[in-house]
């Protein structure tokens, strides 16, 4: 591949490893998962945190808006759009608590645009994070 098919954002947060956020293939930008996290920051939004660094409680809520927030701007910086979304997968830690709250979120975010969606209840995330979406766009002409 040529190096060119990298795309990265300014205003998101750095990737937590050894990846881009985005690839664009022919007319298709992967991006690479997205989390809640916000840039120069290394607190996570709606995350309470003990002094062993173990989760203490967090808010779904604030988490989607966040990481809803985090793709736009992936997507924006690297040839894309929101509207241009065409499949989600959506990665939880609880499913049974945080399903209805996201589920409804993402019905407000996506009422102008309905991507194809896969939602999946994950162990853990490599952040102390509720959230992640693994999403492919089509880029803009």
Known sequence: MV?????????????????PHARKAGSLLFL???G??????SEIPGVQMDKQNNIQSYNIEDQCHSV???????????????ENLVDVT????????????YNKLYGKY????APCRTTV??????????????CIAVLDD
Do not use: H, Q
Request: charged content about 20%; aromatic content about 8%; some cysteine.
């Open 3 to 19: 190096a060119d098919t990298i795309r990265n954002s300014l205003s998101a947060p750095s990737p937590v490893g050894a990846y």
């Open 110 to 113: 996506f009422a102008n645009n």
């Open 90 to 101: 959506v990665f939880l830690t609880n499913m049974k608590d945080d399903f209805a709250s």
């Open 36 to 41: 809640p996290r916000k840039k120069g920051c």
């Open 68 to 82: 809803f927030e985090n793709v736009r701007l992936i997507l924006e910086e690297c040839g894309s759009s929101w």
């Open 121 to 134: 209840e994950v162990n853990c995330l490599p952040t102390p994070i509720a959230i992640e979406l693994k």
């Open 32 to 34: 690479s998962g997205v």
